[in-house]
């Protein structure tokens, strides 16, 4: 607690009170009528998100630190629900500091605190440790930090002790995204900060504890075990993870050209045997991807996945995605989450947003990648049944870029995918695809935004694609809608048929795109021909031998449209 007054305490979490019991209750309906992950996550973010990531958040000293290290240690105290923590921050000052500011909710106690190795001043308020220096600094530093207290559950579950039927707590968790890492250790809570880190997790000797990257050892102590585990690739704090459950495991093997890498299965018990089943094509995903968009980002460590207890949906930490019992079936019928949340390891993990305006570069590619993935399974026919399912309404509320709260929205993940499909169909397979290598290769490791990834695409396609980000990305609501007629009439030496195309939507004047139209005519010949739209009213002619019996706008699903014959 700050020293705020009691009441005053009160009257900031009422608000958040009222708002945890509407969204149990929105969950119960969601889940009780089996509603898409996607609407719950939008809920949830519109809910929490809004509260507690105020724009005073990121506190401006942030951005004169680079943050380059974080050595973690979390001791989990399951009958308390609570956790002892120490963390040793080591940075760099871009500029001389005196004060520095860290992300830290105040549910946390800070119980000592040392400045290259000395005590130092701080205050503690909300959501914000304030560090004062005893003198300048410009050289890399250390801060230790030990504290203690009961996380938070914020977002998507933030820091969680699940407990079983009986009421013990038979599993924990966390889940950052996308602005709760501090709810449970200290740090620069931004995105774009990389940190290289380490985490030593001690629980109950029956509990398996599990994080990012390799396990070092694991050390008992009477009835506890802690275990060491190490990253040396760049991670975003969001991303950075802690699962512990007395977990049964199993491990299979991606080999990709001269490397070797284990896949590392982590479920319950009870789930144990279903899940051997649906995790089964984990190699074959890796293969894919690999091949598509470069070779696993995080190959020297691991790829694992891991039950968690939060029940609506999956997250792609880094090297160890956290995956909801209720998508485990034994029967794969929740592959498309296993395909996404492997695909964020190369978007959204290995080249991260650069801030959360630009989560379609994490959110969308993965969806996209869903797509891509049932391309290569099923052909043209796999990649288009996907594509149409992503239209499956017209709830695209909202823009791509600066997205604003709606972070997790329909159009966020499903438009998102429809853009890169336009975009490929825009720029080509062969320059789509090296575009995308080439993305990944330069700002691997890195946080691109989406003005990095235009500039990507218009030096490899060698096209000026400003227009096309502005209207699909920036500007354009909502998605096209296409009215069609036509009209043959025989010429003297030919047929002449007539098409008048119109853009009806709401949400956007005028759309420019190229569209592909199939002409077929009474020898069943078929024509196609692209045809540049650039109005809301478009008349286009067309002459051939036979006379025109059909005509179909779009045949292969490249546009994020509803087309209707008027």
Known sequence: MTNKSKKIIFLIALPAILVFFSIITIIFIFHYYNLDINIIKAYLNEQTYRI?????YIHPSQYNIDFLYYDISVELLNNEEKIK??????????KPIDTFVLNFYD???????KLNGKNTDYVHDDYHL????????????????????KPLMMGFSSFNFAK?????????????????????????????DKVKMSMQITNDSNFVSLSN????????????????????????????????????????????????MKIDYYFYPESYENAKTDVEDHPKMLQIFSDLFGKYPFIKEKYAVAEFAWQYGAMEHQTITGISTNLISGRKLYTNYYIHELAHHWWGNAVGPKSWDDIWLSEG????????????????????????????????????????RDLFSHTIYNKGAWVLHMLRYEMGDSVFFKTLKEYFNKYKYKNASIKDFKNVCEEVSGKELGWFFKQWIYKGEGLLKLEYKWDCKKQENSYETELIINQNQKEYNVYKLNIDVSFET????????????????????????????????????WLFAKIVKK
């Open 522 to 557: 009474g020898t069943n010949e078929k024509i196609k021909k692209k045809y540049f739209l650039d109005s809301r009213n478009n008349k286009l002619v067309f002459y051939s031998e036979n006379p025109v019996k059909k005509i179909m706008l779009d045949e292969n699903s």
């Open 164 to 192: 079983d039927d009986s009421g013990k707590v038979s599993s924990v968790y966390s889940l950052s995204e996308p602005v709760y890492s501090s709810t449970w250790f200290p740090c620069s809570d931004r995105p774009d």
């Open 107 to 113: 549910n946390m106690k800070v119980k000592n605190l």
């Open 52 to 56: 507690t990531a105020s724009d005073s």
């Open 130 to 149: 304030k560090i004062m220096c005893e003198k300048e600094i410009s050289d890399t530093s250390e801060v230790i930090i030990e504290y203690s207290g």
């Open 365 to 404: 590619f993965a969806t996209y990648s869903e797509a891509l993935y049932f391309e290569q399974n099923g052909g043209a026919r796999g990649l288009q049944a996907k594509m149409r399912a992503f239209l499956d309404d017209d709830n695209f509320e909202g823009v791509l870029g600066n997205p604003g």
């Open 85 to 94: 923590g120490r963390i040793i921050i080591t940075f760099y000052p871009k």
């Open 213 to 260: 990257g390799v396990l070092k050892k694991i050390e008992k102590s009477k009835d506890k075990k802690t275990y060491y585990w190490q990253t040396d690739y760049p991670i975003s704090t969001y991303l950075i993870s802690l699962y512990s459950s007395p977990y049964k495991s199993f491990s299979d093997k991606f080999v990709y050209q001269s490397d070797t």
